[in-house]
């Protein structure tokens, strides 16, 4: 299978004091479901804000479906996050102000797309993550669960090659976090998009194909 | 696809303004005022300016202008026939006549100021109403005086309708020595009042006239008839081009426009002073909207947005607010001059006294589409800018930060 992700002596360090990340190297290919497991403060998040074009590593390099990632090019990174990158966080997701299809449609609007096709995909994605009539509710009208299911349907509508998750359980009680745990697992299968979670829990860990995990910001399995 | 992602904006703006609507009424409220405050006072300005130009049409003869002898860059320029020709063949110049003018004295020191014209252009051009008698004889000494200057010489000197004026004419001879000949003129018409120039004046043949100033080819001016009041400035403008000087009752205009024109900037400058605390109040609004907003601008920026995306979310709430302001504030601006119609007309007719008493019949204030479209723009691009610093602050958020600021 072709890679996807590569680091390559990945490092962060703040104020040359904190090492938020050191000497990561880990390669994730096409359609793996990837979970990234680690302590607090052992530099998930970091990580992944880097992988996603947000933040900039200070050694190493990124390499993202074959290209090396040029840190310094905004409008690459703007692109990259447009055309390559899903994001979904823990909680509060969405904006408040929009429907959940809204929600759903939100990133095309800085990525333009014809408006019915737009709207239409964004009917089937709410149809997909299983809330096809909550199309006109509101976030504030959606519990946390549901709320998560129309991240992930937000993450997926630019098409893109990976999706990258920050800990998308971890506000959920058990139940929920298995429901979505396994919605996201049925698109990583049908639709052979890449997933990165970052997850707390182990037995999570051990449902994806495999994890990495961190320690004080260096790869340790 | 420019105007698909402006709509799209819009939309999520809406949605945004929508969520918070009392305090972004609130906020609009700030900038409606000051939008009010200057329509109030403009369309005030604008009022008095108009029922000021009203009366003055009322009471003068508008569309009678003349034009004179000019001097541009040191060179006079005369009048000659063939700028009097030219003057005909302007547009909107429905007769016109050349005239002299003199200053005579009665053989008792009465000082009369003189026109001279030919008979044909008193009817044409200056449209008398005889009081008594009637036009000129063409050729001949005979006078027709203005209503106030005709008062004078029979209060002073007796001289009544049918009598003979003694004018003396004074002429230098040979040596240099004034010579006084004595011109009789035959009084053979009065005019009505017309309350302008010509009741001080006394009208006499051009040809007359150019004989006893012993230059048949001079010219002072030329009296011109302007088809309708709405051309005269038009017609004005023509004369200034061939290089004359225009005169008349719409002097008086241009002057009241001048004045008004400084009394209405100043008014509005001061009423805009209360515009700075409604910037103030969209300024605070918004960088608060923002800051409230840290974690979401970060999440739309990591899902795709560029700063520059950001930047037009936010003024596309701030034209909202604008909007708002704009017809909020044209409705109290509105209601506002209402107010000054009915309880201030009163008070400023009776500070302005008689000449205005046409006031009383129309409204003081005047609100015109342009005021009103003009509060408009003031209220939307006032709220863009006020929004320009909260949209940058946005625009500036790192939005790692931005996502890691908990709700
Ligand atoms: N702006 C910053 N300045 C200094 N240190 C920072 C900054 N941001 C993060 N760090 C540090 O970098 C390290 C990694 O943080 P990160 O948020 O990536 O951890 P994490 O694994 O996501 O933790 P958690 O599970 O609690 O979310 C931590 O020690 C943190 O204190
Ligand atoms: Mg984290």
């Not at chain 1, 239409?120 to 946390?144: I, K, N």
């Not at chain 2, 009010?36 to 569309?63: C, M, P």
């Not at chain 2, 004295?105 to 044409?124: F, M």
């Amino acid at each position: 299978m072709e890679t996807i992700i590569e680091t390559k002596h990945l490092g962060k360090a703040y104020n040359d004091r904190v090492t938020a990340l050191a000497d990561v190297n880990f390669v994730i290919r096409k359609g793996e479901f990837v979970a990234l497991l680690g302590r607090s403060g052992s530099g998930k998040s970091t990580l992944l804000h880097i992988l996603g074009g947000l933040d900039a590593p200070t050694s190493g390099e990124v390499w993202i479906n074959g290209k090396s990632i040029d840190f310094s090019d905004r409008k690459a990174l703007i692109a990259l996050r447009r055309e390559s990158i899903g994001f979904i966080f823990q909680s509060f997701n969405l904006i408040p102000a929009l429907t959940a299809r809204e929600n759903i449609e939100y990133p095309l609007l800085f990525n333009y797309h014809d408006r019915v096709a737009r709207r239409e995909r964004a009917t089937d994605l709410l149809s997909l993550v299983g809330l096809g009539d909550r199309a006109h509710h509101y976030p504030r009208e959606m519990s946390g669960g549901e709320q998560q299911r129309v991240a992930i349907a937000r993450a997926l509508i630019g098409d893109p090659l990976i999706v990258l998750a920050d800990e998308p359980t971890g506000n959920l009680d058990s139940k929920t976090r298995d429901e979505i745990f396994s919605l996201m697992r049925q698109v990583n299968q049908e639709q052979e998009t890449t997933f990165l979670i970052v997850t707390h829990e182990r037995e999570l860990g051990r449902r994806a194909d495999r994890a990495i995990e961190l320690l004080d910001g260096r790869v340790v399995s | 696809m420019i105007f698909g992602r402006l709509f799209d904006f819009l939309k999520v703006s809406a949605h945004q303004v929508a969520r918070k609507r009392m305090r972004v009424f609130l906020t609009a409220l700030g900038i409606a005022i000051g939008v009010a405050a200057v329509i109030g006072t403009v369309s005030l300005g604008e009022g008095v300016r108009y029922q000021a130009v009203e009366a003055i049409k009322e009471q003068s003869d508008l569309t009678l202008i003349e034009a004179t002898a000019d001097i541009r860059g040191g060179a006079i320029q005369f009048i000659t026939p063939s700028k009097i020709d030219e003057l005909a063949a302007v547009q909107h110049v429905e007769a016109s006549s050349a005239v002299v003018r003199e200053a005579y004295t009665t053989k008792r020191q009465t000082y009369l100021e003189v026109v001279g014209i030919d008979p044909g252009g008193i009817e044409g051009v200056i449209r008398p109403k005889f009081l008594r008698g009637e036009n000129l004889e063409p050729g001949s000494r005979q006078a027709v005086l203005g209503h106030d200057v005709a008062e004078t010489l029979q209060r002073y000197e007796g001289v009544r309708f049918g009598d003979t004026i003694p004018i003396l004419i004074r002429r230098y001879d040979d040596d240099g020595m004034p010579v006084d000949e004595e011109v009789q003129f035959t009084l053979v018409g009065v005019l009505q009042e017309r309350d302008d120039a010509f009741d001080q004046v006394m009208l006499i043949d051009r040809r007359v006239a150019q004989d006893l100033r012993g230059d048949e080819a001079a010219f002072d001016g030329v009296l011109i008839r302007v088809d309708q009041p709405e051309e005269v400035f038009s017609v004005v403008d023509d004369v200034k081009a061939l290089g004359l000087t225009a005169k008349g009752a719409f002097q008086q205009i241009e002057s009241v426009n001048q004045l008004m024109d400084v009394v209405v900037l100043i008014l509005a400058f001061f009423a805009g002073v209360s515009l700075i605390v409604g910037v103030l109040m969209i300024v605070n609004t918004m960088v608060t909207s923002v800051f409230e907003r840290t974690r979401e601008i970060g999440i739309t920026m990591a899902i795709g947005a560029s700063p520059a995306d950001v930047v037009y979310l936010i003024l596309a709430e701030c034209f909202y607010i604008g909007l708002i302001g704009g017809v909020f504030g044209n409705l109290l601006g509105i209601a506002f001059t209402g107010a000054i119609n009915t309880f201030g007309k009163p008070f400023i007719i009776a500070q302005l006294g008689d000449t205005f008493s046409t006031f009383a019949e129309g409204d003081i204030t005047l609100i015109t589409p342009e005021i009103l479209a003009i509060g408009m723009v003031i209220a939307i691009a006032l709220s863009l800018v006020s929004g320009l610093y909260p949209a940058l602050k946005a625009a500036h958020l790192n939005p790692v930060t931005a996502i890691r600021t908990g709700v």
